[in-house]
Nanobody, 123 residues
Framework: QVQLVESGGGLVQAGGSLRLSCADS????????MGWFRQGSGKEREFVAA????????SYSDSVKGRFTISRDRAKNTVYLQMNSLKPEDTAVYYC????????????????WGQGTQVTVSS
């Protein structure tokens, strides 16, 4: 059973950095791709980044490309999102996602979700 648990959110000033973590604690072995979405106040949930099971392929939204880096530790069943050069518009609840491929994650199709972690960037 998929159980995604996020951590690492918080309050940071613009230009700062945060690293989010998401552990898939419900399974001892998974071949899923994993990723991150975010949802700002009054906005729809949007794709941020995804990584293949092997870690060899990544995908980013244009709004975070060059500032955010997704990575994973397969031994720990954990995915990370390193967020640098944060902007106030990055403020949102960030959700971890797992699905069979990067494509299905980007489409939010057959996705398992974490509970979310708040990221707030002050100006």
């Amino acid at each position: 059973q998929v159980q995604l648990v996020e951590s690492g959110g918080g309050l940071v000033q613009a230009g700062g950095s945060l690293r989010l973590s998401c552990a898939d604690s419900g399974r001892t072995f998974s071949r899923d791709a994993m990723g991150w979405f975010r949802q700002g106040s009054g906005k729809e949930r949007e794709f941020v980044a995804a990584i293949s099971w092997s870690g060899g392929t990544t995908s980013y939204s244009d709004s975070v490309k060059g500032r955010f880096t997704i990575s994973r530790d397969r031994a720990k069943n954990t995915v990370y999102l390193q967020m640098n050069s944060l902007k106030p518009e990055d403020t949102a609840v960030y959700y971890c996602a797992a699905s069979s491929t990067i494509t299905t994650i980007r489409r939010a199709s057959s996705v398992s979700w974490g509970q979310g972690t708040q990221v707030t960037v002050s100006s």
